[in-house]
Each structure stands twice: as C-alpha cells, then as structure tokens.
C-alpha cells in the first residue's frame, strides 16, 4: 500500500506520462516553427519554442521558457504549486491534479485564460499555425498565425490567394500585379532588364544592335543605316565582290556564317553571306535564289548606306527573288539568308531583264497556236487586274480571223500563271482574267470576238512567280444541230447526258423562260400519227425543253419551262405525222444552269384532230362530250389535263365571229388555233362574264380556217358540250368599227349590252362587251376622250390604226369617278380605234364625248419657257388634258391633268428644276426631244411636302421638255423653279 506523497520508484505517474507526450508535442511544434521566420508575441506572452506562451500558467515554461513544473503540479503566477500523483495513485479528494484535456469535473479543460486544449495540449488560438483561429486549422506553409487568421510570413505580401515577395516575383514586383516585361526581372522591388539589356521608352533593347536605339536610348539610325555594335553605321563586314557580269550565277552555304543585318521581310533571320555587285549599265536587275536547298531569304541593299532596296522570303515557294531598277555604275549588297535560323546551300541568279515592252510580239491568225517563252528576263510593264505586283509578263497581240468564240490558256507552263485578255492595246479594257483555271494552276480565258476584234493577252505570275511559259489560242467549234438522234421504234424510251461542257454555252433561243444555259439537241422522227410526250424528269438542273419543226431554227411546236408552280423538270406534248421530223432541245433556265440530263419520251395513239369539220356554215350549233376523249391538246388558258374534243371552222366571208360553250354540263375552256392542231393560238378563254363557260370573240378573214378546242377547265372536267358559231351582225367590232370621221368636237351615244367583248383593256379588269369606233385626226393636235355621262363603269382605251395597234392611253376611273377620259396627242391623218370597255362584267348605255383642246401646255403645243436663268412660272393643270405619260421607272402611274413646257440651257453645268411652292401633290418629269422622248429625270416627292425635284446635266443650247403632273389623279395650282445646282 503506498503512502500518500510517495511513489514507486519504477512506476510513472499518468502526469508524467501526459508531460512525456506533451514535451513530445512541444518539440514537434518547436520544429515547425524553427522552419518558420521569427514571430512577434501579444502584450503578456512570451516566444518559447516558435510558439507564444502565457508563463505565469503554463506548466511546461512556468516563470520563463526553461521552467517546466515537476509532475502533477500546475503553474500559477508565474510558480509550480501543488503535488505529483503516483502511477495510479492519489484516488478521491487527496490532492490530485488532473492531466491537462482531461475534465475538471465541469466539462472544461485545465488551460489558462486565453489558451484552448487542442491535440492534448494547450495552445493560443491568436497565434497558432497549427491551430489559428480553432483546433486543426492548419495554415500555409510560409504563413503564419495573426488574431486567429493565417497571414503571409515577415516579408511576403498577400497578393490575390497567394504570398508573394514583392522584392524579386517578377510578377509583383514592388506591388500586387506589378509585372515585368519581356527579357526583363525584379530586383529590390524594381523591374530590371536582363544582362546586356537596356530599358528604353519601357522596353529591354540591345543597344548595340537596336536601330531605335543605337548606342544610347533613342539613338535612331537614320538614312538607312543599321546599328552594329552600338554604332549607326553600313559596315558589312566579310563580303565577296561579284562584279558586274550578267547573267550569273552564284553558289554558297550560309552554314557557319556570320549575321550582319537583320532583313525587314524576315520575323526572325539567319546568318547571311552577302555579295557587292555593281550594275553595268541602267535597268531592272532580277535576284533570285532559285535551286536552293531551304527556305531562303534574300535582299538588295544601296551600298553607300545599307539602305533596303528589296527585301523578298518566299515568292514561288522556299526560293526567294527580287527585282531592283539600278543606274549605271550603282553597287547594291545582295544578302542571301534564311527564314526563321534556316541556313544551308544557295544559288544565287542575277540577270538584267529586258525593259518593260507591251505586246513584246503579235500572234498569227492561224488556229489552234501555241507559243513559248520565258518570262524570267521580260519586264514589268503592267498589273493584271486578278495578278501581283512586281510581276515580269509576256504579252502578245491577237486578232480574230472571224467572229467567233476563242480560247486562251497557258497549259504547259512551268509556274502559277496570270492571264489576262484586254481589249485593243495593252490599256485597254479589262476583257476577262483568271487566276488558276478549276484546280490547276494554269490560267484559261474564254472570250466572244468579232471578226477583226484586236485583243492583248498577258500572261503573268501568280504571286510573283516566273519562269517557262505556253500560251495557246483555239476557237471554239459549237456542237453540230441535232447533235443526237432519238431512236423512233421504242416507246417508252429514255436518254441520259450532260450539258456542263468546257466552253459550252446556250446557241438557241427558247421561246418560253429564259432558256439561256447550254444546251443539247436531239433529232426525232415520228414513225407514226400520234401524240408524242418529251419531259425531263429526273434531271438534275432547272431545264427549259423546247421543239421545233424540222430543223434547230424552225417554227416553234412547243415549249415548257416548269411541268407545274415549283416543279422544275419541263414537258411538250405535240402531234406529230408519220414522217415528221422535230428538233428536241434540253435548254436550261439560266445561263449557270447546267448539268446531269434526262429526256424521256412516250408515244400516245390518239384520233384525228380534228375529230369534225364544221365547214362555213353560221349559225350552228353542234353537241358532243368529251366523258370519252383523250387530253392531247393543252390550251393556253385554264387548267391542264382535261380531255378535248377538236372542230375545224373556215370563215365564210370577213367579220367577226362569237363562238361559245353555252349551255355544256361542265367546267369548259375554249381556245381557237390558227390552221391546224398543231398551231399557234389565236385566242383562249376558260371562264365568260363569271360563269363556268367560255366565249371567243374572233375576227377572221373569209376562208380563214381555225381549230377549236373544247376541253375542260381541270384535269376532271369533262362532259356534254354545246359549241356555238355565228357571225356578229353588228358594228362596233375591231372588223366593223363605228367611224366618226374627223369631225370634233362630237358626242354619240350607245349601249355595250349585246355587244361582243373584242378586245382585252389594257388596264382595269374586263370581261366586258365593248363598243369600237375608229377617229382619223383632221389636223396635229391634243385629243380628249370621255365616257362622262355613261350609265355603268367604264373603261376607255385608244389603239393606234386598228384592235392590234399600240395602246395610247387607257384609262379605268378619272379623278376618282366611274367614268373614264383619255388625252392623246395626234398627227393629221392619223387614225385610232376608240374601244368603250366595261370594268369586270359592266355593260349598259354610254356617252362618247371627244375634241381637240385647243389651249397651250400640251405635249402637241408646249410652253416655251426660253433659257432665263433662274426662272419661275406659276400655273395650273386644272382643266388641262393628261398628255404625258411619265416613265413607268419612276411611278405606278399617273392619270393627272399635266401642263408641258420646252426650256433651252442657256450654258452646260448642273440644274435643279423643282416645283416646290405649289399646292397639290406634283409629279415632275423631264424628257428629250418632246413628251414620247428619252428620259432626262423624273420625280415625285424630292422637294418635300408633295412637290418634285429633278436635278440634271445640261449642255449648252440643249432643248428638254418639262411635265409638271400630278400623282395619281391630283391637279391644281403649281410653282415651276429651274435654277443652276448650287
């Protein structure tokens, strides 16, 4: 049994044990801190270890680093107190000190204020590295503990999430983010250039090489000098003096030599060899490096001052090559180097090239040619528009023997070529120039010349290149018409081609689309009466098909653009007699459309066309259905797909004559062909005044004979049909005109309700019947036509000598009423057809009313307005006759009352002529050589406000007509200002 206060000598107590550990942890954490830099304790602790202490209660350093308490004692102020407990020993309330970590009883640990137990020891939250700011939170190495916060170590600076030593971090140098530049280090806080460096205007220069900074921070060199060895000077060093002999060649190797310049058309160079070479007589020297065995550079500098006169790396590849124009006597250097360090064994080529000559020779008219040469020694007299600078070419001057289309190419040659074709003489025009023709490097130009037609053709470098060349001419021989032949004994059949060929271009016009790619020709024979089908479905282009009669320029027999809306294979349908040959085309629609083909053609066995003649008899009417028939024919007009049935008619004696479908069971369209099944139409209608049948208002000559053509308004619309003839009785038809004479002024009076609709308003919409009559002009003069007083809507036109004469004017609605009124300027003698329409379907009783207006202003009496300058009239168009018509590119048109005057320039310059200051909205237009003349400017809205403004060129003494109009139907007071342009 022990006693209290003694222990056995072999048996540690617990504390001691705890100490034992404890120092071990100490120690531990001496070593850490050793490793750390010196640290600076708070007011009442003390650095023991690397560590801040409390000694006045820290048994391990109690009254000082050194005084560590025996075992089971405590340190209080600074002193040991109370007693060591034996191994096991001291149970109950007999004075016992616990382990520090373990609980006193209350749940806290036996630390001093302001420590905390961590790890089994005590330790200072504030200052810990170990345990800054709570137990295990470790900081950084190279940081320390401050407050509880790891914080960069004496020295460091926090920058971003980093400590960074501001005296030689390159990238904080003397503060955060403070970097230093290229070849450049921090030193004391301070950017400094590397060894041999200088820092000039914020960079590192070498003061001996540095051109900017030769010798001394903004030492420049100057007159072309370069700095070597701190000095602006042209000091070449070793160098070969190579004379003045041409041409020459010169071989060495840069292995081993020495740099002397640094060439402007290098980023980073080589060593060099250079050579002197003085020019024997004035010209363009050439020096290339053609033959080397790397990447080269070379250059040419003035020999007085070192001066780059041309500098080249790459001009056809890894060679270099450049051309100098040098005076008699002049030395150069010439250096050969490398690009990027490249050095090896050179060529060097020097020549004199011939002065720059265009043509240097003329080709003969004979076809197919070729000629050779070298363009190595020729000069540079010109720039090809697709070329380069600073490039020799060869040019040489043709003239075609005949018109035609000819072929210029340089295949065979042994560079990247230019050609280029110009019209006439070497500053001509640009004809054509290419480049690399497909994906070759060989150039073609393809030209249409007329007979006699003198080019230049230029052959040139691409990129500087030079040396052999070919150039050839050829002309193009068009493929024969047919160029094939359909087979006529199998049906169906079909043929596969192309029509993207070299050179090939559209021959043949189409009569339908645009029909301007190339095209291919196919001849066919009809082995039999039929209906003969042609489409190419399953081509792979936008095709146009068209077919002619018997040869490749005969009358047209069909043509199709699109099958239907947005499909773009194309089909003819035409019946053809046993024996009767057609040309097929396969066209395309526009001049790039081209490629892979498909023709398809079918034979259909049909009945006679026609099926009954009707002969000359009229009136008749004749009943049938087509439930039964066939669709061979296609009309102009309606839907495709109906089935017909065909009648032949001949007029019996000159007049016109109605023919329509009343009275059928279905949908009908009606068209009437000229002479036979097969020709043109003359007119077609689907649907007459609304309803679903048809009417054709025709006038033919006696014995005239005409095909009609009952077919239905869609591909399902078939049935009984009732087909009527008969003469039109009446006057006021395009064969019977009303005649008025020449008298004016005049007023006559009618009704449009039984007449036939003859003919088809120029503007407005009519299905109307119309009224003709026919008015011969006694005198030259403005006319004026009016339906006012009329019963129905009206449409008014003037023909020029007959129903198929030019339009004059045409007119729906005046000044925004249903009535109509047209003015025309006339010539004595001179006769028009008068046609009193229906707008839509109206009809019903009219008043014609016409006379010569005999006041000024009008396209037939214009105002002279003489040549004052500046100059302003006032006026107004109400009352006056619309008489000129503006141009339809400045205006959708306009049915105003218009007043016209003449103005001679009194001297050429610019002139504004406006109509600002007058009170409607104008419209103004001016025109050479009268109302019906060239455009000379037109305008609606350029003043502001609704008035015109016109500003042209006048030359002196030129005479311009002047149409101050209306927009649309607006009239009323105007102001006319011509004034020079300021």
């Not at 790459?314 to 490398?338: F, Q, T, Y």
């Not at 042609?534 to 936008?542: H, K, N, Q, R, V």
Request: with cysteine; charged share 15%; hydrophobic share 30%.
């Amino acid at each position: 049994m022990s006693q209290p206060g003694l222990r056995s000598r072999f048996g540690l107590s617990f504390t001691a044990l705890w100490l034992t550990a404890a120092a071990l942890l100490v120690g531990s954490s001496s070593c850490a801190r050793a490793e750390t830099s010196s640290i600076t304790c708070n007011d009442g602790l003390a650095t023991c270890g690397g560590a801040c202490v409390d000694t006045q209660v820290d048994p391990d350093h109690c009254g000082g680093c050194d005084g560590a308490c025996a075992s089971g004692q405590r340190c209080e102020a600074g002193e040991c107190v109370g007693e060591d407990k034996g191994n096991g020993g001291g149970g109950g309330d007999e004075g016992g000190i616990e382990a520090p970590g373990q609980s006193d009883g209350t749940g806290g640990a036996l630390c001093a204020p302001g420590l905390a137990p961590c790890s089994g020891g005590c330790v200072d939250l504030d200052v810990n590295p170990h345990h800054c700011g709570g137990c295990g939170q470790e900081c950084p190495a190279g940081q320390l503990c401050e407050g509880g916060a790891c914080r960069c170590d004496g020295g460091l600076a926090e920058c971003g999430d980093s400590c960074a030593d501001l005296t030689k971090d390159p990238l904080h140098c003397g503060g955060c983010d403070v970097r230093c530049g290229l070849n450049a280090a921090c030193v004391d806080g301070e950017c400094a250039c590397d060894e041999g460096l200088t820092g000039c205007d914020g960079k590192c220069v070498d003061l001996a090489s540095n051109p900017q900074h030769c010798g001394a921070c903004g030492a420049a060199c100057g007159g072309g000098l370069v700095c070597q060895a701190g000095t602006c000077a042209c000091i070449v060093g070793e160098h070969e003096d190579i004379g003045s002999t041409i041409p020459q060649v010169v071989r060495g190797t840069t292995l081993g030599a020495d740099t002397y310049f640094g060439l402007d058309c290098v980023a980073a160079g080589s060593t060099e060899v250079v050579y002197e070479f003085t020019a024997a007589e004035a010209g363009t020297y050439r020096f290339d490096t053609a033959g080397s065995s790397y990447d080269t550079a070379i250059a040419v500098l003035d020999r007085a001052v070192c001066r780059e006169l041309a500098c080249n790396d790459d001009r056809a590849g890894a060679e270099a090559a450049a051309s100098v124009v040098l005076e008699g006597g002049e030395e150069v250097l010439v250096v050969v180097s490398g690009y990027n360090g490249a050095q090896g064994d050179f060529e060097l080529h020097i020549d004199r090239a011939a002065p720059p000559a265009c043509p240097v020779g003329t080709l003969e008219p004979t076809l197919p040619q070729s000629v050779h040469g070298d363009t190595w020694t020729l000069g540079d007299a010109l720039v090809a528009s697709c070329g380069s600078l600073d490039t020799p070419e060869a040019s040489y001057a043709f003239t075609a023997p005949r018109a035609g289309r000819f072929i210029f190419d340089t295949t065979g040659s042994s560079f990247d070529t230019v050609l280029e074709l110009r019209s006439g003489t070497c500053a001509g025009s640009v004809i054509s120039c290419n480049d690399d023709n497909a994906s070759e490097e060989t150039s073609r130009v393809v030209a249409n010349l007329t007979a006699g037609q003198t080019v230049v053709a230029i052959v040139e470098g691409a990129d500087g290149e030079y040396g052999p060349f070919t150039l050839n001419v050829s002309e193009y021989v068009p493929p024969p018409c047919p160029e094939l032949v359909l087979d006529a004994a199998t049906f169906p059949q079909r043929v596969t081609g192309t029509t993207a060929i070299v050179d090939r271009e559209s021959a043949l016009s189409a009569p339908c689309g645009s029909g301007a790619g190339p095209e291919v020709t196919y001849a066919f024979t009809a082995p039999a009466d039929a209906l003969y089908t042609f489409d190419t479905i399953g081509s792979e282009f936008d095709t146009v098909l068209h077919i002619h009669d018997g040869t490749c320029r005969g009358p047209s027999l069909g043509c199709n653009d699109d099958m239907a809306t947005g499909v773009r294979p194309s089909q003819v349908k035409v019946l053809l007699e046993e024996g009767q040959t057609v040309i097929v085309v396969v066209d395309g629609y526009t001049s790039s459309s081209s490629g892979a083909y498909t023709l398809n053609v079918s034979q259909t066995l049909v009945p006679p066309c026609p099926l009954i003649d009707l002969g000359t008899t009229v009136p008749q009417t004749v009943t049938g259905t087509t439930a039964d028939a066939s669709d061979v024919l296609r009309p102009t007009c309606g839907e495709a797909g109906g089935r017909e049935a065909t009648y032949s008619f001949t007029a019996p004696e000159d007049g016109t004559y109605l023919i329509d479908t009343f009275g059928s069971s279905f949908d009908t369209t009606l068209a009437a062909l000229d002479g036979s099944c097969s020709g043109t139409t003359i007119a077609c209608n689907a649907d007459a005044a609304g309803s679903q049948q048809s009417l054709l208002t025709l006038d033919l000559d006696e014995g005239q004979t005409i095909i009609l053509l009952i077919d239905g308004d869609s591909a399902g619309a078939s049935g009984d049909f009732t087909l009527n003839v008969e003469r039109f009785d009446g006057g006021g038809t395009c064969s019977t005109p009303i005649e008025l004479g020449s008298s004016y002024p005049q007023v006559v009076t009618g009704s449009t309700v039984d007449q036939p609709g003859s003919v088809t308003p120029s503007c407005g919409s009519s299905t109307a019947p119309d009224m003709i009559y026919s008015f011969t002009a006694p005198e030259n003069g403005t006319y004026i036509f009016n339906t006012l007083g009329s019963s129905f809507d009206t449409v008014l036109q003037i023909l020029n000598g007959g129903c198929r004469g030019a339009s004059l004017g045409c007119n729906d609605d005046v000044s925004g009423g249903r009535q109509s009124r047209i003015s025309a300027a006339l010539v004595a003698g001179q006769t028009v057809f008068i046609v009193v329409d229906g707008r839509g379907s109206s009809a019903g009783d009219y008043v014609l009313q016409l006379d010569r207006f005999t006041g000024p202003g009008t396209c037939s009496t214009p105002i002279d307005l003489g040549s004052e300058l500046p100059l302003t009239r006032t006026g107004t168009t109400s009352g006056q006759p619309n008489s000129a018509t503006p141009p339809s590119t400045c205006t959708s048109g306009s049915s105003a009352a218009d007043m016209v005057f003449t103005y001679t320039a009194p001297a050429g310059g610019e002139y504004v002529i406006d109509t600002i200051g007058s009170s409607y909205d104008t419209f103004l237009h001016v025109h050479r050589d009268g109302c019906g003349g060239a455009s000379r400017g037109c305008n609606d809205d350029g003043g502001g406000s609704g008035t015109s403004k016109v500003e042209l060129t006048l030359t002196a003494g030129e005479v311009i007509t002047v149409v101050v109009d209306g927009y649309g139907t607006s009239s009323g007071s105007f102001t006319l200002n011509i004034n020079p342009a300021p």
